[in-house]
């Protein structure tokens, strides 16, 4: 496969999901990791990935940033993306797919799950138009509300 793909961690020495290089790695993929959204716009620009993986802690840092000036720039408005957070609400899921994230995956449940995207969303070789991306966070939210509404019920 070796598809190159560009990680973008949220510190040099910490990160979301510090095994995501390495389990990538072994499935044939070609890796490279940098801690800033600045750095990974001029990699972006020298070598373009396949795909582009971005740790997000909270909108306000590293999420939406990134993934718009990505989204903005004709060479990498089709470039797949995945955001790794940790627990965020489902308002800034929703701001963060609208922003351009492709998929979003916990950094707790990261391991296969980002696998799977990653290679679901390299096979696609294709970004979601706006209505696509606005649908799908539509479709994610109703599914939360889905799943909340039915915990409560089995808690009540």
């Known amino acids: ?16 999901a510090p095994e ?32 582009l993986v971005v740790e997000v802690l909270d909108i306000a840092r590293h999420g939406t940033a990134l993934a ?12 797949p993306m995945i955001g790794i957070t940790q627990e965020l609400g489902v308002r800034d899921q929703a701001t963060l ?4 994230f492709d998929r979003l995956v916990s950094g707790g449940v990261c391991r296969q799950a980002l696998v799977r995207a990653a290679e679901e969303l390299m096979s696609q ?3 979601p138009g706006v209505l696509e991306v606005c649908g799908r966070a539509a479709a994610w939210a109703a599914q939360h509300a889905r799943d909340h509404c039915a915990q409560v019920r089995t808690v009540s």
């Open 1 to 16: 496969m070796n598809a190159p793909i560009l990680i973008v961690t949220l510190d040099a020495e910490w990160s979301l």
């Open 68 to 79: 718009r000036i990505v989204r903005e720039r004709p060479a990498f408005a089709q470039l």
């Open 97 to 100: 797919m609208l922003a351009g």
């Open 20 to 51: 995501a290089p390495a389990m990538l790695g072994l499935r044939g993929h070609s890796v490279r990791v940098t801690p800033h959204g600045a750095v990974a716009l001029t990699q972006l620009a020298v070598a373009r990935p396949n795909l």
């Open 125 to 127: 070789h294709r970004g």
